[in-house]
């Protein structure tokens, strides 16, 4: 059995939630991974800027425990009816809060697995936000970090006739194309491993996530929506393919 295989089966058992997309199930593959290195217990997770529970309530419903802190009320509204609907209010708390403010809202050392997904692209400074990640694992705890890709944002607008704002992007240290741009920062792979390094966390696995799916007419995309996952998940950890990736998924450990 794959390992594609077994995160469908996983889904359509313990993960009754969201479908798998080429925008989750690379990253559901991993989590699916950790789920069953850790089979039989319940895990304590916190989802930093988890908004309405796509990965939260899922995770509960799979038996764990989970905290989701998000600067919005209105994310976290939905999100208390989306757990109340799945029936699983009990295990999810909804904590309003930003990312780096996480020391003043969580015990340090208290997650077995944070995840923290699309927030640093769009921090004032991603660096606090990672410590702050770091602190309430336990050892031997894993964090799942998704950020924005550098080289697809640069492709992107070059292939849709923005070559001033690809050029911008590409010079910027920070890949951002200045003010009006809506992330403050996208990342490659080396800088966003280097930031986990330096919050004391091993980097173990490192995926691109929709590597094609952002590329293909909606016709392809939409008609042959499992093939197009299978080359995802095919093409996730190959470099170049991995490097071109609209999101990196970084997968990181706290040393035991």
Do not use: K, N
């Amino acid at each position: 059995m794959t390992r594609l295989d077994r995160v469908e089966q996983t889904t359509r058992g313990r993960f009754t939630g969201p479908p798998l997309t080429p925008r989750t199930a690379v990253i559901w593959s991993v989590l699916a991974d950790e789920l069953d290195r850790r089979a039989g217990a319940e895990l304590t997770v916190l989802d930093v800027g988890g908004g309405t529970g796509g990965f939260a309530v899922p995770l509960a419903q799979a038996g764990h425990r989970v905290t989701v802190v998000d600067a919005s009320p209105d994310a976290l509204a939905a999100l208390t009816r989306r757990a109340a609907e799945a029936g699983v209010a009990a295990r999810v708390r909804a904590v309003q809060g930003d990312g780096d403010a996480l020391a003043g809202l969580v015990e340090p050392a208290s997650a077995d697995l944070v995840l923290c997904h699309s927030v640093l692209e769009v921090v004032d400074d991603p660096t606090p936000v990672v410590t702050a990640l770091a602190a309430p694992l336990r050892p031997g705890g894993a964090a799942s970090v998704l950020v924005a890709g550098r080289a697809a944002a640069v492709l992107a607008r070059a292939m849709t006739g923005h070559l001033d704002v690809a050029a911008a992007l590409a010079a910027a240290p920070d890949g951002s194309a200045g003010p009006r741009d809506t992330l403050r920062r996208r990342f490659d792979a080396d800088g966003a491993a280097a930031l986990l390094r330096a919050a004391g966390l091993t980097v173990e696995e490192i995926h691109g996530v929709r590597v094609l799916a952002d590329l293909l007419p909606a016709a392809v995309a939409d008609g042959q929506p499992g093939s197009l996952v299978e080359l995802e998940r095919a093409l996730a950890a190959r470099s170049p393919y991995r490097d071109l990736a609209a999101q990196l998924h970084l997968f990181a450990r706290r040393p035991a």
